[in-house]
């Protein structure tokens, strides 16, 4: 299977996404979250440090439930950061 390069966007909608779970995660220890989540710490490492910006859903859902942070607040972050962003053009004198 080829898997197409993730877009600037997705990468960094990927990185929201880590800097939103970092911040939930707050002092509580990486390993001790992953372990809950079903996840090795490196992945949620590499999550959170925007290393893998397209976790799967399963993990994502499992982090969100561990981490207390609705699952649609993730989602409408992702999708924030996927919209198209305005492009300002010159006026052609």
Not at 27 to 46: F, M, N, V, W, Y
Not at 62 to 81: F, K, N, Q, T
């Amino acid at each position: 299977m080829v898997r197409n390069p993730l877009t600037p966007q997705q990468i960094e909608a990927g990185q929201h996404l880590g800097r939103r779970l970092r911040t939930a995660r707050g002092d509580r220890p990486l390993d001790e979250i992953a372990h809950a989540a079903g996840i090795s710490p490196e992945t949620l490492r590499k999550i959170e440090t925007g290393r893998l910006p397209t976790p799967a859903f399963g993990t994502v859902a499992c982090l969100s439930d561990v981490l207390g942070l609705p699952i649609e607040d993730l989602a409408s972050a992702w999708r924030a950061d996927l919209r198209p962003k305005p492009v300002h053009l010159k006026a052609v004198s």
